[in-house]
């Protein structure tokens, strides 16, 4: 709010220099007109805003001599690569894996191959590191296994014989 305004409610400087392009729709530009013939703070800039575009037009048209998108064009012609050469046409299945995978430089193209080849090969040694850490260990005698699992009966201590004949003549496992 502008406290010289006699309505308490000016336009601002954007709103009059759209009126003076003719850039506002038909009802607010006749709202503000009818705002300035009330106002004197918005008439006096109106009239500062007409005769800056007066003066604009009455500027004469300036001509450059140089030609700046000639020049732009040149310039990012000169800094453009040089268009790629087109492929020779090869056998049929050159020109499909070509589709499938585009081509690429050899290095890039081996080091998948040389990565998997050094994944298998590390777990591989890996691998036989942890067979070694372990010494074989000889079987023990026949008679030595026999002997200990002699300890064990058929039916474990507190449980029901699940047939007669499997648990002895006295009912227990020994």
């Given at each position: 709010m502008n406290s010289s305004c006699p309505t308490g409610s000016c336009s601002p400087d954007e709103a009059l220099s759209a009126l003076v392009d003719a850039a506002l729709p038909s009802e607010a530009g006749a709202g503000l007109?009818?705002?300035c013939a009330g106002c004197p703070r918005c008439t006096s800039?109106?009239?500062e805003l007409r005769a800056l575009r007066d003066a604009f037009a009455a500027?004469?048209?300036i001509r450059l001599e140089v030609d700046l998108a000639a020049q732009l064009v040149a310039r990012l012609?000169?800094?453009a690569s040089p268009a790629a050469p087109k492929r020779r046409q090869g056998p049929w299945w050159v020109r499909w894996s070509?589709?499938?995978r585009p081509p690429m430089p050899w290095r890039f193209g081996f080091s998948p191959f040389a990565g998997s080849v050094a994944a298998v090969g590390?777990?591989?040694w890996l691998g036989g590191l942890l067979m070694e850490l372990e010494a074989p260990v000889s079987p023990p005698a026949?008679?030595?296994t026999l002997a200990a699992m002699s300890v064990f009966g058929s039916v474990p201590p507190g449980?029901?014989?699940p047939r007669a004949g499997a648990c002895g003549a006295s009912g227990s496992a020994r």
């Open positions: 007109i009818a705002h800039r109106l009239a500027l004469p048209a012609q000169a800094g070509d589709r499938v590390l777990g591989l026949a008679n030595t449980n029901l014989c």
